[in-house]
């Protein structure tokens, strides 16, 4: 069920596409263990089957690109997207908002991965130890997506109608209120054009001589 505020989007990381033969193999200061890139992609294609393929060069160019950036925008690119982190947490621990097991598992993959200190290129890496962290947020993120448009209208909704209801809100009630609203969606609709049909003018059933 979607509603009418979706995720924002960003401009995407600058990704190359794979090339037949690798030319760089450090991020930054970080030489690239390709056993750790095939790992890396392996997560990536778990989470999101039809994600591209990461390789050295794309990552390479990527740290180039995010050197090449000011500080403070460098960093706030990265925030941008581990900041979906929390957001992804806290839906996923809401008791009120039962999720598929697949999109569960996928977030706590996500959280695990992000939280580990040793991954694809170490958190503790000045600048870059956040960059993979955030590429594989990008890469899974059109999996999650739609289910965090959801929730966030879920939140407001709960919010909203929380106090009216005087009780815990829970998904089933949105699902119904947002499918009672679609249902008289569709029939203002249906009124709106028949109101605007175009008659053809009255048969004139005398003709006075």
Request: proline letters at 11%; charged letters at 25%; hydrophobic letters at 45%.
């Amino acid at each position: 069920m979607r509603h009418p505020a979706p995720t924002p989007t960003e401009p995407p990381l600058p990704m190359q596409p794979p090339r037949a033969e690798h030319r760089r193999h450090q991020a930054g200061p970080i030489n690239l263990d390709p056993l750790a890139i095939d790992a890396f992609n392996a997560l990536v294609h778990r989470l999101h089957p039809d994600a591209p393929h990461v390789d050295a060069d794309a990552l390479a160019s990527m740290a180039r690109w995010l050197q090449a950036q000011p500080p403070a925008q460098a960093a706030a690119l990265l925030h941008s997207r581990l900041g979906r982190l929390a957001e992804l947490r806290a839906m996923r621990a809401d008791t009120a908002w039962p999720l598929d097991p697949a999109q569960a598992a996928r977030i706590d993959a996500l959280v695990e991965y992000v939280r580990r200190e040793d991954d694809l290129i170490p958190d503790a890496v000045p600048l870059f130890g956040a960059l993979d962290d955030a590429l594989l947020l990008e890469l899974a993120w059109p999996m999650l997506a739609d289910d965090v448009d959801d929730y966030r209208d879920f939140c407001r909704f709960r919010d909203d109608a929380g106090p009216v209801m005087g009780r815990a809100v829970n998904q089933i009630d949105w699902m119904r209120a947002r499918g009672e609203e679609g249902a008289l969606w569709e029939q203002l609709h249906r009124v709106h054009a028949h109101a605007y049909v175009q008659h053809e003018p009255p048969v004139r059933m005398f003709r006075v001589s």
